[in-house]
């Protein structure tokens, strides 16, 4: 069966410095991949996704980056984070475009 | 563009009760998909089903049930017999095709409380 591990499960860091959030897919191949960021309030705003090794689509323009190294690796970045970079950050996977996402646990993350 | 609407923001209900969380939608497209989630206080998105455009049967498993139907573009999920473990936050997405961005599109979420 597939899995998905995101970590850390939660992270404080101060504004400016650096952020790298993993997430690996277990139990398939090539599958899409997604991040997405829900702040306090609800809503999920879709970040990232990428159908393949070093394809990556920007959903929202901001300080943030990721990258597909291997297939079923992601990594969510950022150089200097920003107070508003908090929120909880959820990676996901689907099999094909039409088929549901399932998530990770999630990364709480907290800019002081 | 779509869109989905979850109009109710929290509903709080004594065990039990059933209770339905209402989701409505908007898409140009005729082949779209749509989804619900669970979010309990954990966090984690549990998926719950996925329902493509040309199926609108009614859909049952266990205790839980969806009324899918295309004339008033409503995708709505019952509880039936609400349990305290119910509590959650529960979204509703859609997927078409159209643009090309692969995603989904969230409703705002409805929490919902189930009380002893």
């Known amino acids: 069966s597939q899995t998905i591990h995101q970590w850390p499960a939660t992270l404080v860091q101060p504004v400016g410095s650096p952020l790298s959030l993993e997430c690996t897919v277990e139990?398939?191949?090539?599958?899409?991949l997604y991040w997405y960021r829900q702040a306090a309030g609800r809503g999920l705003q879709l970040l990232f996704y990428s159908v393949g090794i070093g394809q990556i689509s920007s959903e929202v323009p901001q300080n943030l980056s990721a990258s597909r190294p291997q297939d079923r690796q992601f990594i969510l970045s950022s150089k200097k984070l920003l107070l508003s970079d908090s929120g909880f950050y959820l990676c996901?996977?689907?099999?094909?475009?039409?088929?549901?996402?399932?998530f990770g646990p999630g990364t709480r993350l907290t800019v002081t | 563009a779509q869109k989905v609407t979850q109009a109710q923001t929290e509903i709080s209900v004594v065990e039990k009760e059933d209770v339905t969380l209402d989701c409505v939608y908007e898409?140009?497209?005729?082949?779209?998909?749509l989804f619900w989630y669970k979010q309990p206080p954990s966090g984690e998105l549990v998926f719950l089903i996925r329902?493509?455009?040309?199926?609108?049967q009614n859909e049952i498993s266990g205790r839980y049930s969806w009324n899918f139907q295309k004339s008033t573009s409503s995708f709505n999920f019952t509880i039936t017999a609400s349990q305290v473990v119910d509590s959650a936050v529960y979204f509703c997405?859609?997927?078409?095709?159209?643009?090309?961005?692969?995603?989904?599109?969230f409703g705002s979420g409805t929490q919902l409380t189930v009380l002893p």
């Open positions: 329902r493509n455009s040309f199926d609108e």
């Open positions: 898409t140009r497209d005729t082949t779209y998909y």
């Open positions: 997405a859609l997927s078409d095709l159209s643009g090309s961005a692969r995603q989904l599109t």
């Open positions: 996901a996977w689907s099999l094909d475009r039409v088929s549901e996402q399932y």
């Open positions: 139990g398939t191949s090539n599958p899409n």
